[in-house]
């Protein structure tokens, strides 16, 4: 089980960048890093993934060093109804192995406050 | 909207009440998931279903917690006997056959207290 550490909370200012580093270091070969955003009352809601590199989509983008042990997910001018909860979580690729269903372990996540 | 929907939205019941709980996944995903969330915390995995098979339980799921997914389609998950630490939200995600990595789709949930 790759377990995970994120920071609890970090503050920001509308139209800054905000970076979250979630740490991995047990990450296994087949393991993704997949970042999800959650309101308050509201399921979680899927923001990225990736396996190496660096991945960027209209939302975000994930950066991810060479050895894997660590990921950051960075959100460009963040606005005020970006106040959320994100969560970074490390497991399997459901097409390729029945993975234990304990992989998908979303942690504490990071509550990001954005001020006006 | 044809994302994930799930019933009630909130249920309040006495003690040692059952309560069922249900989620209606996308209409092409054949897999779909149970957690539970509280207060402060991240969802915790409680099963697993692809297609109509239950093909893994969470340590966390007592005898008193049943799911079922009889069609493979929607999926009903049953708490017998509730009791107050049963008190959370309850949240059902769904994913399509061959997706890479974790990406699901969640629904709303359905917030349940027990008194």
């Known amino acids: 089980l790759a377990k995970t550490t994120q920071p609890i909370s970090m503050d920001s200012y509308e139209g800054q960048e905000v970076n979250i580093t979630c740490s991995h270091n047990?990450?296994?070969?087949?393991?993704?890093i997949t970042w999800y955003q959650q309101f308050p009352s509201q399921g979680p809601r899927f923001i990225i993934q990736?396996?190496?590199t660096k991945v960027t989509n209209e939302v975000a983008s994930l950066f991810i060093p060479a050895d894997r042990k660590s990921s950051t997910l960075s959100l460009p001018r963040v606005s005020l109804s970006d106040t959320a909860v994100y969560y970074c979580?490390?497991?399997?690729?459901?097409?390729?192995?029945?993975?234990?269903?304990?992989?998908?372990?979303f942690g504490g996540g990071t509550r990001v406050l954005v001020k006006p | 909207d044809t994302g994930v929907s799930q019933n009630p939205r909130h249920k309040i019941t006495k003690r040692g009440q059952n309560v069922t709980f249900r989620c209606d996944p996308i209409s092409e995903h054949n897999r779909l998931y149970w957690y539970r969330q509280t207060l402060g915390q991240g969802p915790e995995f409680l099963t697993y279903f692809q297609n109509e098979a239950q093909l893994e339980k969470s340590r966390l799921l007592s005898d008193r917690f049943s799911a079922e997914r009889p069609k493979g389609s929607f999926s009903t998950l049953e708490i017998q006997r509730t009791e107050q630490g049963d008190s959370a939200m309850y949240l059902c995600?769904?994913?399509?056959?061959?997706?890479?990595?974790?990406?699901?789709?969640f629904g709303p949930g359905t917030r349940l207290t027990v008194l």
């Open positions: 979580l490390v497991g399997d690729s459901w097409g390729a192995v029945l993975a234990a269903g304990n992989k998908l372990t």
């Open positions: 990736g396996y190496k």
């Open positions: 047990n990450i296994a070969t087949n393991d993704y």
């Open positions: 995600a769904s994913s399509p056959k061959g997706a890479g990595g974790n990406e699901q789709f």
